[in-house]
């Protein structure tokens, strides 16, 4: 049984093979964003995965949108379990902004 880690979360989670990453990532209770509904027409779901010959091939809808695959980069949605991966989800753009924001109130805070 495929185990799937999610970073920077570290949750990790034991899927059926052929469980697409994305579905993975709702059970174990990671956010990756979707607006297609899982059919490869947003991708919002992209994430990297570390291991890339332990899940399955690029689907053809999948390198139609991504083309050539970079660095491990994929959409969850095509992404299938086939062995233990590590799965790293990117940081949500919105909540990023916020966080830097953030950051920087904190140290024009401390230069007062
Ligand atoms: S959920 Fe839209 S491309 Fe994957």
Not at 17 to 29: D, E, F, I, K
Not at 46 to 60: A, H
Not at 89 to 94: I, K
Request: with cysteine.
């Amino acid at each position: 049984m495929p185990r799937l880690t999610f970073l920077p979360d570290g949750k990790t989670i034991d899927v059926r093979p052929g469980t697409t990453v994305l579905a993975a990532a709702r059970q174990a209770g990671v956010g990756v964003r979707t607006r297609c509904g899982g059919v490869a027409g947003c991708l919002m779901c992209k994430v990297k995965v570390l291991e890339p010959d332990r899940v399955s091939p690029p689907t053809e809808s999948e390198r139609r949108k991504m083309g050539d695959a970079v660095d491990g980069e994929r959409l969850a949605c095509q992404t299938k379990a086939a062995g233990d991966a590590t799965i790293v989800v990117p940081e949500d753009p919105l909540k990023a902004a916020v966080r830097r924001q953030l950051e920087r109130q904190k140290e024009d805070d401390a230069l007062w």
